[in-house]
């Protein structure tokens, strides 16, 4: 079945230390997103990419750090700089608009990575 | 830049009750698309209804409706018949009309479906 898997559903870190969460979809999409969500709130933007081996900084990128080698592939690392890491991280993926379609342009999330700093 | 207003934090309605969800955004592009996404309590987010600003008639997917006024806008979502399963955080989302960019989104209305 097409769609976009995280891993891991659960991540607990120590302070000073980086870690890296893992996103993959097998939807052929050019484009995908990270964002973070705190409790009760809404999604915020830290990176985009819309093709391969180029990205883009969202609204707090600072102490985050992506790549995106692959067209399947846009793993997010959470660097010791990001000084509140803890929170809810989502990965989205999507694909282009179609004339007429009944889908295109809405992204696709995976089921989230749960980081807690210990 | 666009931005996404979504004016209540949390709502409630019976089961079986009809309730609107209100949304508004403030841009000046002229193509654009907008979106309704749904965050259960899995946080599993899944798309509800989109709509496509060129188009007049407002989208309808089952239950879900939009009201789409685009010299206002406003682009609100009534849940008719509100089902249990209808509990949930609800993200309206504003797209420009092109395949690339990213979208911006409302912080949410948590919505609790009561027996």
């Known amino acids: 079945d097409g769609g976009i898997t995280q891993s891991p559903k659960y991540l607990f870190r120590k302070e000073g230390q980086n870690v890296t969460l893992s996103c993959e979809q097998n939807?052929?999409?050019?484009?995908m997103y990270w964002y973070r969500q705190d409790p009760g709130q809404g999604l915020r933007l830290i990176y985009y990419?819309?093709?391969?081996?180029?990205?883009q900084k969202g609204d707090i990128a600072e102490g985050y750090s992506v790549s995106r080698e692959k067209k399947e592939s846009f793993p997010l690392t959470v660097t010791s700089a990001q000084k509140n890491p803890t929170a809810f991280y989502l990965c989205?993926?999507?694909?282009?608009?179609?004339?007429?379609?009944?889908?295109?342009?809405?992204?696709?999330f995976g089921p989230g990575t749960r980081l807690t700093v210990l | 830049a666009q931005t996404v207003t979504q004016s209540q934090p949390e709502m409630s309605v019976q089961e079986a009750e009809t309730v609107t969800l209100s949304c508004t955004y403030d841009?000046?592009?002229?193509?654009?698309?907008l979106f309704w996404y749904k965050q259960p309590p899995s946080r599993q987010m899944i798309l509800v209804i989109r709509?496509?600003?060129?188009?007049?008639q407002n989208a309808t997917e089952n239950r879900f409706s939009v009201n789409f006024q685009k010299a206002a806008k406003s682009f609100s979502l009534k849940i008719s018949d509100s089902q249990l399963g209808d509990t949930a955080m609800y993200f309206c989302?504003?797209?420009?009309?092109?395949?690339?960019?990213?979208?911006?989104f409302g912080d949410g209305t948590t919505l609790t479906v009561k027996p």
């Open positions: 989205a993926s999507k694909g282009g608009f179609s004339a007429g379609g009944p889908l295109g342009g809405e992204q696709f």
């Open positions: 939807l052929n999409h050019d484009a």
């Open positions: 990419s819309q093709i391969v081996n180029d990205f």
């Open positions: 841009t000046s592009e002229n193509n654009y698309y």
């Open positions: 709509q496509e600003a060129y188009k007049q």
């Open positions: 989302a504003f797209m420009k009309g092109t395949n690339a960019g990213k979208s911006t």
